[in-house]
């Protein structure tokens, strides 16, 4: 094949590494990491919002079908290689707001991995239990789910957005 | 009882009464309604890019379990009730960032439900043959999840924010 040719194929398959890397590079960007972990975790925050208003404070009529639905979505979130989105680079950076980790989120990675299991092994009873439709029952486990979160708020989340 | 005590105890009760109105009217803002839809979708998003690098365009190594959890999140999410998120008063808020919901998502109710449904079911084929761990064939469902996300944006999101 003619020399043009040649440039033309070198020319597309450059363009479309280059392109491949940018894709690559966007997903990989700190401020789109940062923002699906916000994500993640506002959308979790829903739907413990509904599981408290039916089991917990009676604010909103239980319906089973709902809450194991919510727990579902939980689990399956905390399941899905959250830490992932808190690769090098994001430790400051801004998502949907100012990030609230603390410097030590991306330091203890004995004392993360330890609230993290905690995490996942409770939200995973959650969505258990709340299969079986007790209301009681999964007030209880909602309530070491919230404390499972809180675990973590307290250690490696700030109070407020950082300035 | 003292009249001192009944008193307290009246506007004890006002306080908590009107605490748990400000809850629910925060759980009800349409700020935060679509902030919550907007973290569903950006959370659905990330899981899929996951499972298009690693099936479709093949710039990660196939990882099963990476894939059946990225597939689970996506279907737990869609069945997580999202259509209460676009409650009354919801058509023109701002979440994280101006919402770009058309008007016709709040009036086509029949048009809304036909692709709302489609996309359920398409999701949670996705997580059904994604647990079986053939790459092919969650490469071939991939894209009609792909297809039925594209099936709402054509007809109910805008192309770029409403201003």
New interface residues.
């Given amino acids: 094949m003619g020399a043009s040719i040649v440039k033309r194929k070198v020319l597309a398959a450059i363009i479309a590494v280059t392109a491949?890397g940018a894709?690559?590079a966007a997903?990989m960007k700190p401020e789109y990491l940062v923002?699906?972990r916000?994500?993640?975790y506002?959308?979790m925050a829903?739907?413990m919002?509904k599981i408290k208003?039916q089991t917990v404070?009676n604010?909103a009529p239980f319906n089973k079908d709902?809450v194991a639905?919510?727990a579902?979505?939980i689990?399956?979130?905390a399941?899905?290689?959250m830490g992932a989105l808190y690769a090098p680079g994001t430790e400051k950076a801004t998502g949907?707001h100012e990030t609230k980790a603390l410097p030590e989120l991306f330091t203890d990675k004995e004392g993360v991995k330890k609230v993290a299991m905690a995490f996942n092994k409770e939200a995973n009873e959650l969505a258990k239990v709340a299969a079986g439709g007790d209301a009681a029952a999964i007030k209880a486990q909602y309530g070491k789910v919230g404390e499972a979160c809180k675990g973590c708020h307290d250690k490696f989340k700030a109070k407020e957005e950082k300035k």
Wanted: hydrophobic residues 50%; glycine residues 10%; negative net charge.
């Fill in positions: 491949a894709a690559i997903e923002k699906v916000q994500s993640g506002t959308f829903w739907n919002g208003a404070e604010t709902e639905a919510a579902n979505a689990a399956a979130i399941n899905s290689g949907w």
